[in-house]
């Protein structure tokens, strides 16, 4: 079909998809002069917006195609009113709203995240469907008719082979390898080594070399490499393969962008941790840093990307705002899928599945951003750690022993460490979403906790709240350093020497140590810090807000360009 067939309709929906994977191209610039000449009403929602803040933010600094496509798009309809807010992130709530604009379209593509909604959780849609593609649109009377022309997509059958595509070869420091188009790259230094591989500096300064050990690289994971660097996604923080490499005519692995820092779980694992990487930090950074993790998450999936295994040790954290995606080549990538999970970070329906049997959905990476959330909002701890609960955290998990209460009656299980502060200094529709998520197990979609804690990070950065303990990574407690030249072991001394204690341990030994010393629950023997809770006013006044001024905050911080 050609374009003019769209006008037809007196207003069109249109899916951030357009600019994400149409700008700079002949159809996105006719799409405008289309709806430029007919005066159509245009419409979108919220998530329109928070895509692009993600895209500016996550893309290449270099390529402004975005910002360019996004003023092209805005400038005349803006200036002649027709561009429209739909004032809402979820799909399910956009799918109701768009039933009441009349002879409308919805314009999205084959790839759109919208796409996915819509087909995952089995959305009504009952406008008509338009899907954009690089040499054409059709247009679609129903969800059913869309879906018979755009099908879901089959597993690769890459998925079940087991052979490795490995020789006698190996390469190490001072080798050369060569890139698929011949280019040389000499081996300089190893900076780590893992169950996968290793990772060495080479004498080009701006990327790194990944060389797999023997037994890892198999059909699926170069096939899906392969994909990988002929999509060439760029961005400041994902490390993610710019070139296949090869030793001596053989497949070893893949060059990439150089991350830095330590890995967030590293970082979040309780106050001796945050202390040590990042002293001066407030509560305001560790929003900063989530943000931009969720950004790099939200930028993937529009790429048709799942990341899958979403987990604390896959990103590398050097400043609030400079943190990196690495790991990516297990990722799932059009129909090849991420062999790979963590389970404390998986949804429980996934438990026990072969990983590399099925393409995993947008709802499943829900639930692991989720738990990003809670984990780094909570410095390291997992929603589902308790005192006094069960034996195991996943019986914890299955039975949704989420031991935090909406009017904070009940301390009991949370485990020591001021812990309950943190939850209570949290604003009450971050509260209400976790607790949902977690103890009710209702699910959001990754957009609209990018949405809330985007929010919060606005209420920080404007000192919305009236208590300045909101304003502290560990609300409530109090730091103090000992002047002694060793650390002082009086109050662990049940606990080995260089041994540092874990936030599981925590819960398992709440006071402290098995002895049950009531000290802090969170210390590093190579520390001399200690923790204690002081006597401030701990009420909320700025955070206790009622659900529709919650609803009003949002509006302000994301009404986009105005509404007619």
């Not at 410095?379 to 935090?404: D, M, Q, V």
């Amino acid at each position: 079909m050609n374009i003019v067939d769209l006008a037809q309709f007196d207003s069109l929906v249109v899916d951030y998809s357009l600019i994400s994977e149409f700008a700079g191209t002949s159809l996105f610039r006719e799409f405008v002069a289309f709806i430029n000449e007919n005066n159509q009403q245009i419409y979108v929602s919220k998530t329109f917006k928070l895509y692009h803040y993600c895209v500016l933010h996550q893309a290449d600094d270099k390529d402004l195609v975005y910002a360019n496509a996004m003023r092209y798009f805005c400038m005349s309809i803006l200036n002649e009113h027709r561009l429209n807010e739909i004032n809402v992130t979820k799909s399910d709530e956009l799918a109701e709203a768009i039933k009441k604009i009349e002879n409308t379209c919805l314009i999205l593509t084959p790839r759109s995240i919208l796409m996915k909604r819509i087909r995952e959780m089995n959305l009504d849609i009952s406008c008509k469907i338009c899907l954009l593609y690089q040499d054409h649109i059709d247009v679609f009377d129903s969800l059913s008719d869309c879906f018979a022309e755009c099908k879901e997509p089959i597993i690769s059958p890459l998925a079940s082979r087991t052979e490795f595509l490995d020789t006698n070869l190996f390469c190490n420091i001072g080798d050369v390898v060569y890139t698929g188009n011949q280019k040389p790259i000499r081996l300089e230094k190893q900076i780590s080594a893992g169950a996968e591989g290793m990772v060495f500096i080479t004498d080009n300064p701006s990327v790194v070399a990944k060389i797999y050990h023997r037994g890892m690289i198999t059909p699926l994971r170069w096939r899906k490499l392969m994909r990988m660097v002929e999509m060439g996604i760029r961005s400041v923080g994902i490390c993610w393969p710019v070139d296949l490499i090869f030793f001596k005519g053989v497949p070893v692995g893949y060059t990439m962008m150089m991350g830095k820092g330590h890995t967030l779980g590293n970082v979040f694992d309780g106050p001796d941790a945050m202390i040590n990487n990042f002293p001066n930090w407030k509560r305001v950074d560790i929003v900063e840093t989530l943000i931009n993790v969720i950004e790099k998450y939200l930028f993937l999936h529009m790429h048709d990307i799942v990341a899958g295994d979403i987990q604390m040790k896959n990103a590398l954290l050097f400043s609030s705002t400079s943190v990196y995606l690495i790991d990516m080549d297990s990722i799932q990538v059009d129909n090849m899928p991420c062999p790979v999970g963590t389970e404390e970070f998986t949804v429980s329906d996934l438990w026990g599945k072969n990983f590399s049997t099925f393409l995993r959905q947008l709802t499943h990476e829900d639930y692991s951003i989720a738990m990003l959330v809670f984990s780094m909002l909570f410095c390291g701890l997992h929603p589902y750690a308790t005192r006094n609960g069960k034996e195991t955290l996943n019986e914890e998990i299955l039975t949704k022993s989420f031991p935090y209460s909406l009017d904070n009656s009940n301390n009991e299980h949370i485990p020591k460490g001021g812990y309950e502060f943190i939850w209570k200094y949290l604003p009450e529709y971050l509260r209400i979403m976790l607790y949902n998520t977690f103890k009710l197990g209702k699910s959001y979609e990754a957009v609209y906790w990018y949405e809330a804690v985007v929010q919060y990070k606005n209420e920080l950065v404007n000192h919305s709240f009236t208590d300045e303990n909101a304003y502290d990574v560990f609300p409530c407690m109090h730091y103090h350093q000992t002047n002694d030249a060793e650390p002082d072991y009086s109050v662990r001394s049940s606990r080995t020497i260089n041994t540092k204690k874990s936030i599981f341990d925590a819960v398992i030994y709440p006071t402290g140590n098995p002895s049950g010393d009531d000290s802090s629950p969170f210390s590093s023997v190579a520390s001399n810090k200690r923790y204690s809770s002081v006597n401030r006013n701990n009420t909320q006044q700025g955070n206790d807000r009622k659900k529709d001024s919650d609803k009003g905050g949002r509006e302000g911080l994301f009404g986009l360009f105005g509404r007619k």
